[in-house]
């Protein structure tokens, strides 16, 4: 087995110091984050309907197993709990900096 260099395997790492490297201006981190939450966001989705359409399958009594309905109705019910507990978590944060004294 050939051992490879941490750098090879990492190729986002940069070489350069850090007071060299550029910074992302505030508008390029907030479509950067507004994109990486759209994207979760339609994850949980398609987890949504992969689950609907697995139990409809189930119910039409078409060749699917139960335990693989089962499972991917947990995961859908997993990953959208996650998401509300996120969402409530930012809502909290957004509250407690309306209430801040300026």
């Known amino acids: 087995m050939a051992i490879q260099s941490v750098l090879n395997s990492a190729p986002n790492v940069s070489l350069l110091k850090?007071?060299?490297q550029l910074k992302p201006t505030s508008?390029?981190?907030q479509q950067s984050f507004g994109t990486y939450l759209k994207d979760a966001i339609s994850?949980?989705?398609k987890m949504?309907?992969?689950s609907d359409m697995m139990t409809e399958k189930l119910v039409r009594g078409e060749?699917?197993?139960l335990h693989d309905v089962m499972i991917t109705a947990q995961k859908a019910t997993i990953a959208l709990n996650a998401t509300m507990e996120m969402r409530n978590k930012v809502v909290e944060a957004y509250q407690e900096?309306?209430?801040?004294p300026v």
Do not use: A, D, L, S
Not at 97 to 100: G, S
């Open 63 to 65: 060749n699917v197993e």
């Open 27 to 29: 508008n390029e981190v």
């Open 18 to 20: 850090p007071e060299t």
């Open 48 to 50: 949504q309907v992969n």
């Open 97 to 100: 900096i309306i209430r801040m």
């Open 43 to 45: 994850e949980v989705n």
